[in-house]
C-alpha cells in the first residue's frame, strides 16, 4: 500500500463543478483528518506557483497515463490548453511509493469513466 500522498490545489480560486472533482470537499476533509492521523500526506498550495512551476508537476502525470494507460490530459486541460487546471480549478492527488516515485494521480480517466479523488479515497476504506 502506497505510504504517501501529494494533494494540489490552489486556496486562491474556486474549484470548477466538473465530473472530476465529484466529491471533492468530502475528499478534502478525508485527507485532513488522515493527516492529523499521521498519515503521511502532503497538502500543497499552488496558489503563489507561476505556469512553469504548475508544468513541471503536472507534466509527471503524462509518463504515467501512459505507462499506466489512464487519461489526464482533458481531466485537468483540455485538447489545446494541456494541464492548464492542474492543482487549481481540478486539484490534483498523487499517490507516492516510499520513494516519492508516482504510482498513480487522481483524478484520471480510465475506459471512458473518470474516477475522482473521493472515489480513490473511499476506496481505501472497503
Do not use: C
Request: hydrophobic share 35%; glycine share 4%.
Amino acid at each position: 500500500m502506497p505510504k504517501k500522498y501529494k494533494y494540489y490545489y490552489e486556496s486562491s480560486v474556486d474549484i470548477a463543478e466538473v465530473e472530476q472533482n465529484w466529491g471533492i470537499k468530502n475528499a478534502v476533509e478525508l485527507l485532513r483528518k488522515l493527516q492529523q492521523g499521521n498519515k503521511d500526506i502532503d497538502l500543497v498550495d499552488t496558489a503563489t506557483w507561476n505556469t512553469d512551476q504548475r508544468n513541471e508537476v503536472y507534466y509527471q502525470t503524462i509518463t504515467l497515463a501512459v505507462t499506466r494507460h489512464i487519461k489526464t490530459r482533458r481531466i485537468f486541460g483540455s485538447a489545446r490548453r494541456s494541464g492548464v487546471y492542474f492543482g487549481s480549478e481540478v486539484p490534483a492527488l498523487f499517490v507516492l511509493d516510499d520513494d516519492d516515485k508516482i504510482q498513480d494521480v487522481y483524478p484520471h480517466e480510465k475506459d471512458g469513466t473518470v474516477i475522482t479523488i473521493w472515489d480513490y479515497l473511499q476506496s481505501l476504506e472497503t
